[in-house]
Structure formats: structure tokens, C-alpha cells
């Protein structure tokens, strides 16, 4: 096979997609597989960079077309969030902890999807499995994803064995894990300096669903007034967004990581829909959804079936 | 959850289908899950007849509507291949060897996919990653579903680990791998007794590829000669499976396990296409295949190729 093959996460990179494709790719190089690499399918956010430079490891390059290579995707398994160009692709594996969607193969390969809170934990099972062991900058990057997609063992997703695995993880890496989650946050956080378009697609993915193409994005912060204090224009941005991208319905989630809530905003003509799903009404475009965090979780299922 | 959990195999059950499904229900009742049983989508063939026998097994109940149920799919990962109802059950779980098929939910899920020669391989390390011993008897099982269907470790679909595994089963079991395997082949065997549409529904699979319905059987057998004698009456049997169910092509593999070779006989419409993907020429609607063991690694993929 002389096709390269590419680790990769989803086209919204976050810290948990972003590390798990580094420290997958170490993994198959240190167990001797050829021509693996890790990549990524999109920009990276403020708190990833700042785990990339705590940890002094080079962000994966950026790919653009993955037509004609063989990928392993970590982090997702729909296409919907793929590179372009997955469907012109060899699919040989998958590593997740989301939905199961719509990848399909010819052949049998590796798919591993467990409901834990991180990608990163998983990975973790793997390297023990190969009997490889993790070294305290690995640790650093998977602790980092495990932290950054729990909002530091918060969020309602987290398992118990993401509790032991990060501890076990902190303490390989050197750091404590709230200390070292904390920081981690406060990047989460950079929102002053963010336009409301980006507010919206930072951390944004997309889903088919029955009858409706819907998008949902989130911001997670400690201070969700910078996003609600302009909300007129965060709402302009997703009624743009709407139009160019066709969406029967657009969800913006600003969760609040310290009182653990969301309030969701939203655009697009299929709101009966969406808060027939969510059980919450709309009031001028705003509803309140006390404890929820997680969209995958809580926001997802709920408004899959609603659209089906 | 008042929902009733069953574990079940594919709607053509065999060996490991049945096995995999038993052992793993009982996995789940040692965990201390409750509601959980064993289930099947359709008859049993007189292999795992023979092989519940053996172990003084009950097979499992059949399940006729798996509707408003919680289901775990055992061997199988597309809908076109599960029990009627599940579309409208909750699929809560998969543990499988095959290719990814189109089996979407809306929440995380337990997915694991391994391209090893029997799911009963996979079970073993589930057991083992939940600290469960296995009992003689499950050993017997499990090994059953893994020599069936790596034709007693003679299929390419066969790996080291599905070797080593089956050493330790045949210990734990207190049989011979290459002594019990003789056993089950020839039960695999008693073809004598079948009609020409046993022969071909025996052991059938439908897919739905990109531009095709396609309908695959497959005999196992040491006597080829008994279904290719009546080739005829085989094929007339075909064609009226292929006017039933709207089939764009149908065919029968006949696998012989002694040369490592199959004869294949077709029906439907696009035998081009067929022949396009297996690289294969049809004189007289019969084509022969050397080296051909596997249906889901030499077969599938091809043709799934060939109908995109």
C-alpha cells in the first residue's frame, strides 16, 4: 500500500480530535505501520494552540483534499464532518465516542465507539492494549483532550473511567488536573476577542437528520454575557449563516461552564420543530435549557427524533 | 429501563451468530445487567443444531418483532440483516467482524468492530476486559462460532490472534481444535438433505449496494458435487428467488473447503456487473474462483465496488 494514511479529526477541530490524531498516529508509528501521519481538516481554536506550545508538539498539517489516501478518523464518524473529500477515500478505522452515523466500508475494519467523555480516553485502552507505553508529553495532549471535551470533568458525558484515566494521565504528564484544567478554560474562554460569526462556527457542527439539515454550535464559557450582550448580532450572523448553507434550522448553545446551563439561540424556519425537540420555548429567538451541557448528549438524540 | 434487552445475531443464524449472542448475553447477566437474554432472527441450521446439542445448550427463542425493544447485534451491522422491528427498536450496542453497515442512532454508543475471523474472537477479549472466567461450557460455544466461520481456521478471513484464541477456548473446552472442528464440518455438510432453495438460502446475505440489490448464498461444503450435480434445478430455484424479492443479481457461492475453492452460479440481471467486479467470466451462468473462501473478504467488497 503505498497510499499515505492520514489520523485525523473532524473539520472543527477541537483540542480532543486535534491531540487524539497526534498521539493515534504515535501510536501506529511506535507498533512500526509506514507512511502514517496525523492531520487535521480545518483551523485550530485558541485553546488548542495553547495546548500545542504548553506541550511543545508541531500542530499536524493541515489537509485539504483527502481524495485517494486512507484514513483513520478519530473523533467523528459521520461525513457530514469528514474532510473533503472521505468519500474518495479508503476508510480503514475509526476511533470515537459520538452517534454512530453514516460511515460505511466495503470491508471489515477496526471501529471502536465507546460512550465516554473523550476520544482520549479510549485512546488510552489502545496504547495499554499494544503494551505501548505513554510518555509524559502523550499524556499531556490526551489529558488536554480528555479535560477539554469533559469541561474538566463536568460535563454531564464524563464516566467514571474518564475520572481514573485522567488522573492517571496527570500524573504521568506532571500537572494537577485542575490546575492544569483551568487554564485549559480560560483559553475555552478567549470570547472577547471573537467576531459573532465566529462566535457561531467556532466550535459548530452539522447533522442530517430525517427531514432537516440542521446545524448547532456552541460557545463554552465563564462569562456567557459577552455572547448574550450582543445578541442581535450574534442572531445576524446565524440568519447569514442559514442562508448560505440552507439550513432548516441553525442552534447556538452558549453553555455557562460554572452554572452548568445553556441558552440556546436560534435560526432558520424549523423552530416548532426544534423546541417540540428540545421541550423549551422560544421566546424572541432565546430559550433557557437549565442543565444542559453537552450537545452530543443532550441537545443531539432529542432533536434527531424530533426531525425524523 | 423496562424495555427488554435482547442480544442477537443475523436473520440467516449461524454458528457464530447463535453462539456469539449466548455468550455474551451471559457476560451481561454475570455484570449484573438485568433483562438481558439471548435472541435469534430465524431458524437454526443443523450445525449449531448439532452444536447446542453438544454443549447441552437451550437455544435461544426466536424473536419475531423486535419492536419497542433495546437490542445488542451481535455479527451483523446493517439493517437489511436484522431482526423485522429494528428500525423501531433502540440498538444500544454492536459487537461485529463485518464491513460498517448503515446502523445510525442518535446517542453514543458501545461499537466494536474487529476484521478477525468470528465475533466469538472478539468476546473472548470483552470477557476478559470485564474480568469474567470462561466456563467450559461458553468456551465450547465460543470456539464453535469461531471454527465455523474460519472454516476451522482454513478461511483467509482466519488472523493469529483467531489461532491463539481458539487454542485457549479448545483447553478451556477440553476439546481438540482440529477433532472438534472434523465434527462440525461435517455437519456443515449434510447437503444430501436439502432442496435446491435450502441451497441457496441456507446461508444467505442481501446487500444493498450503491446501484444494486444483491442476494449472496453460500455452501460450505467437502462435496461441492452434490449442488453442482443439479445445477439446473439450483438455478431455477434463484431465478425465482431473484423474481420474489426484485434482485438485481443473486448468487450462490459453492465453497469447497478441501481445495480452498468456490464455484459460483448467478441470476438477475446484472451479471456484467457481477463479472466486472469478481474479475470473472460466466460461461453457462457457472464461473470458477480459485482461491475464493470468503464471502464478506473476497466477494463483497469487489462487488460492492463494481455496483458504486
Redesign the interface.
Known sequence: MSEPTYVIGHRKPDTDTVCAALAYAELKQEQGEEGVSAARAGDLNPETEFVLDYWDVEAPALLEDATGTRLVLVDHNEYSQTVSGAREAE?VE?VD???????????????????VGSTATILVDLFDEAGVTIDARTAGLLLSGLLSDTVVLRSPTTTERDRTVAERLAETAGVGVEEYGEKLLAHKSKLGEKGPREMVLGDFKEFEFGSGRVGIGQVETVEPGVVLDQRDAVLDAMDGVVSERDYDALLLLVTDLLDEESTVLVAGDETATVEAGLDARFSDREAFLPGVMSR??QV??PL??AFD
Do not use: Q, W
Not at 100 to 115: H, K, L, Q, Y
Open positions: 476508510i475509526v465516542h459520538h452517534r454512530i452515523g453514516d460511515v460505511e466500508t466495503s470491508a471489515p475494519i477496526p471501529f471502536r465507539n465507546e460512550p452530543k448528549k443531539v438524540p434527531e427524533a
